[in-house]
């Protein structure tokens, strides 16, 4: 027997209030950001707020601890 499968795909749409949509926001910006011992968020504050009838921008000053480079001793 041969069988068929159809699939329908239907996109979701999220609705979010204001404050629902900058813990969004900060969450994203937590995901991006991998932290490892020596890495940290101090913290996120809102600078800005632009609102539309469909969607939210906001803008945040973001200061963390980033290592940006890794030291290796050198063999001679």
Not at 4 to 29: L, N
Not at 31 to 46: D, M
Not at 62 to 69: F, I, R, T, W
């Amino acid at each position: 027997f041969k069988k068929k499968y159809y699939y329908e795909k239907k996109e979701i749409e999220i609705t979010y209030q204001k404050d629902e949509a900058i813990e969004y926001a900060k969450s994203i910006i937590k995901k991006e950001f991998n932290p490892s011992e020596h890495e940290k968020i101090l913290y996120i504050e809102l600078i800005d707020t632009l609102e539309d009838s469909n969607h939210f921008d906001f803008r945040f000053i973001v200061k963390k601890y980033e290592n940006v480079a890794k030291f290796v001793p050198v063999n001679p």
